[in-house]
């Protein structure tokens, strides 16, 4: 979890790091959109059940180590921010914690047949 | 009835029990009350709204041309979804991922588009209006704070669907926690 607690917080600085690093244009509007987008998911996989929503953070964080050639950047600075953070976010992001609870087999399971809650429910006694 | 009892199988723990559901509902009910106050300032009953960073930037974003979007103020749009949120989080007893899983789903449909809206509002506001809300943050941050708690019981009332379907029981009826289907699914 410590990992994804970073990528939410590098995620809040790429919305602050126009402002705090001062840029503007295109590459402030990219840290702008994609910011929000890497700390929610980070968040959002806090939660064991939810873990997974970290991987979605690393097509967003290759699109970081993209953007300043796609996008053409015009000054040095917010190229090195969001390839430095780009990176760390997709090396965080493969990182996947201490998963202690179980889950019936998890979301997988809701579609996939003969899973382990499936299992497990023939095992109990019927009310 | 056992605290047992209320664990799907292949579960370690409930994720419909109240110390897992009580601070998502808590954490609605504050963002309701935040979303209510940005909602009355955009009605007009209140004059300023606290901001106590970005200067002007609420009032800004508050009255800019995406909040008139809709009929009515966004933000009251954001106090009915927070309001959604708290009532589907409340409703039930601790067995309710089987017993009403209408509910469940109901509960996990209206906490993922509620920060999924949020989230947009967040970006728009940098992007096309160069100012910041702070209440809006704090709205965005409590409803992303929402989904990944909100998933767990979600996720098994569907792994009871997924069962429903494989015992060849009605799925409407599984789905509105009709009795006879409970004593045929666990």
Redesign the interface.
């Known amino acids: 979890m410590w990992a994804q607690i970073i990528n939410a917080i590098l995620g809040i600085w790429l ?1 602050a790091s ?1 402002a705090i690093l001062g840029f503007e244009n295109i590459a ?2 990219n840290d ?2 994609v910011g ?2 890497i ?2 998911f980070a ?8 873990r997974v ?1 970290r991987l979605y953070n690393i097509p967003l964080g290759a699109w970081l180590l993209l953007a300043p050639w796609v996008l053409g950047y015009d000054s040095t600075t917010p190229v090195l921010n969001d390839m430095l953070v780009g990176a760390v976010v997709i090396g965080l992001s493969f990182v996947k914690g201490k998963v ?8 997988s ?3 996939k ?1 003969d ?7 023939r ?2 006694p ?2 | 009835m056992s605290e047992k009892e209320g664990i ?6 409930n ?1 419909a029990s109240w110390g897992q559901r009580l601070p998502i509902v808590g954490l609605a009910i504050i963002g309701f009350g935040i979303a209510t106050y940005m909602a009355l300032f955009q009605l007009k009953v209140f004059d300023t709204v606290w901001e106590p960073f970005f200067g002007n930037d609420s009032r800004k974003i508050l009255t800019s041309s995406v909040s008139k979007i809709l009929p009515i103020p966004d933000a009251a749009l954001g106090a009915i979804g927070y309001l959604a949120d708290a009532i589907t989080g409340a409703v039930g007893g601790t067995r309710r991922w089987r017993t009403m899983p209408w509910i469940v789903i109901m509960f996990g449909l209206a906490v993922g588009p509620l ?1 999924f809206i949020s ?1 947009l509002l ?2 728009l506001q ?2 096309m209006f160069d100012a910041w809300c702070t209440l809006c943050l704090c709205s ?1 941050a409590i409803s ?2 929402m ?3 909100a ?2 019981e979600f ?2 009332s ?2 009871y ?3 429903a379907k ?1 015992a060849r029981v009605s799925l409407w009826k599984a789905f509105w926690g009709y009795k006879e289907v ?5």
Request: no cysteine.
């Open positions: 919305m126009p402030a509007d702008h959109v929000p987008i700390a929610s968040v959002i996989s806090w939660w064991e059940a939810t929503v202690t609870e179980t889950y019936g087999g998890g979301w399971a809701i579609w047949s899973s382990l809650h499936a299992q497990e429910a095992k109990q019927r009310v | 799907p199988p292949g579960w370690s723990y994720p920060g989230i967040v970006i940098p992007v965005a992303v704070i989904i990944g708690p998933m767990d996720m098994a569907m792994q669907m997924k069962r494989d409970q004593g045929k699914v666990i």
